[in-house]
């Protein structure tokens, strides 16, 4: 772990050099509330964002929808579902697809810099399957591995993300918990296809023009490597409401490293009001982070029946934007 840590200090000289920054999306609302920091508590089908050894955390099964408004004022969004299932008394498996949505772009040309008249929009996509055990009901340990695509109407790019992770419980009521997971490390990726390419034209040895076909090169990119460190502890009031306190922190491989704290307070496992605050670390003012800053959610979880354990989920949470004006994110799901 210390080698790992070392390998992944925060470096903002390297700000903007990785690509696929849709990895760092969160678009579940459960964990986005506290600006996505419970690594040490996250289960179920979010833990396929956070940290995957929370997938094994779960009574039965987790189904979920969600869609995310992202940095409200532009056209940006971006749609999610995920199942997760336990598999025999300790393993569990779940899948995950995310495909982001960028609305119609004008299409636009050296001839027609303000426009051809027609709109294109960019195609990315995810899918992760992730298996996670549980020893015990102390430690669970998890393996996830995501591939992505990003293509425009003419080229497209292709990669493997594999994230890890690991989680402690402890304490007479499970309070304390321990998260480490490390994320999106794996291949790089690079554009390729027809969009590269041009024809021009060139004399041969008389001075005749004949047509050639010209190749760009592309530079292939890094994925945006992180791992995160997070801590968490349930302070009970009565029998079945709590506090969980939170504290997390994240080192970027790509940009400066982030810390914060959060809350949320259980009643009677019905409602969850949740909050957070994340800063960034050893950085200039106007050089912050997109998601620095507050960040707040709402879940109901509501039966089927008296005393069932399959209930209804609707989350909600809002988070801070440097700039725009914030992040909604809503989530709808059956957890059985």
Do not use: C
């Not at 996250?42 to 987790?62: C, K, P, Q, Y």
């Not at 992730?130 to 591939?147: F, P, Q």
């Amino acid at each position: 772990m210390v080698s790992a840590f070392a390998a992944m200090a925060g470096n903002p000289d390297r700000q903007g050099e990785a690509g696929a920054s849709e990895l760092l999306l969160n678009p579940w609302a459960r964990s986005a509330g506290i600006h996505s920091m419970s690594t040490a508590s996250v289960s179920g089908v979010e833990a396929m964002r956070i940290n995957v050894a929370g997938l094994g955390r779960i009574n039965s099964g987790e189904f979920m929808l969600a869609n995310t408004r992202l940095y409200e004022g532009s056209t940006l969004g971006m749609n999610t579902l995920g199942f997760a299932t336990k598999v025999g008394e300790s393993s569990a498996f779940g899948v995950t697809l995310t495909a982001m949505d960028f609305g119609d772009i004008q299409i636009t040309t050296e001839e027609q810099p303000e426009g051809t008249g027609g709109t294109y929009s960019p195609s990315f996509f995810q899918i992760g399957l992730g298996y996670a055990y549980t020893y015990e009901n102390k430690i669970s340990v998890g393996m996830l591995v995501r591939g992505i695509t990003e293509s425009l109407p003419s080229s497209s790019a292709f990669g493997i993300a594999i994230d890890a992770g690991v989680q402690y419980v402890s304490g007479a009521k499970d309070n304390f918990k321990l998260g480490i997971s490390l994320r999106n490390t794996g291949s790089s990726m690079e554009f390729g296809g027809e969009g590269l390419s041009f024809q021009t034209t060139a004399p041969d040895d008389n001075g005749n023009p004949y047509t050639l076909t010209v190749e760009s090169r592309s530079e292939d990119f890094e994925l945006p490597s992180m791992l995160n460190i997070g801590l968490s502890y349930d302070f009970y009031i009565g029998e079945e409401n709590f506090v969980r306190a939170i504290g997390n922190f994240t080192s970027n491989a790509f940009s400066t490293d982030q810390m914060g704290v959060g809350a949320e307070f259980y009643f009677k496992d019905l409602v969850i009001l949740r909050g957070g605050y994340k800063y960034d670390l050893d950085v200039a003012e106007g050089q912050k982070n997109l998601y620095s800053g507050v960040a707040a959610g709402v879940s109901l979880m509501i039966p089927t029946k008296k005393d069932s354990d399959r209930k209804f989920v609707i989350d909600y949470a809002y988070r801070t934007t440097n700039p725009f004006d914030g992040t909604h994110n809503l989530t709808l799901g059956l957890a059985f």
